[in-house]
């Protein structure tokens, strides 16, 4: 793995090194939601409705694997500082064990509650089947994009941002190819 000593070189210059990358990943991330919505609107005003009302939902497990990942990226990088290789190892290793099993099990909860969900929070009977169209393919894929943002979190724990930015770039390219299916 390519690491950058960001103790070396001009102070100034530092911060933009590891954030380069990750601005182009985020950027990507945006333009493909973005068109995504443009993409969901084209039949109609009811599948932006109902897509809208998964936000929150979004919100909720992004949110949950963000703390993950910050904590990982907290308590690996003074590992990674005190030199100690093999703790930085399994902590990584637990790290990503605990977001696939949380998303897992909040995923599951999820698909099982949908119609009671998202009733309770006002959609309207005939937009079930369309919240069920995009939430049977995104609950199980939460739980490999948050594994993956955890892994992303280790990588610029251990002083590897350009990594993480470039394959969430290509994760939102893709992503973009397999909207239209």
Known sequence: ????DLTQG???????KPTAPMMMGVSSNILVSMLEIGLI????????AAVTFTFPLVMILSSVALGIG??????IARSVGGGRQEEVKQL?????????AAMTVLSLFGWATI????TA??????????LHSYLDIYYPSVVLFTTTMV?????????NATVPGVEMTLGAVFNLMLDPV
């Open 1 to 4: 793995m390519s690491r950058q």
């Open 70 to 75: 910050i904590g990982t990226s907290s308590v």
């Open 151 to 159: 892994a992303g979190s280790i990588m610029r724990a251990n002083g």
């Open 10 to 16: 001009p102070v100034a210059l530092s911060p933009f």
């Open 41 to 48: 609107g084209q039949p109609g005003t009811q599948e932006v």
């Open 115 to 118: 119609d009671p969900a998202f």
């Open 92 to 100: 990584g290793t637990h790290s990503l064990i605990w977001v696939f």
């Open 121 to 130: 929070l006002g959609a309207k009977p005939e937009m079930l089947p369309m």
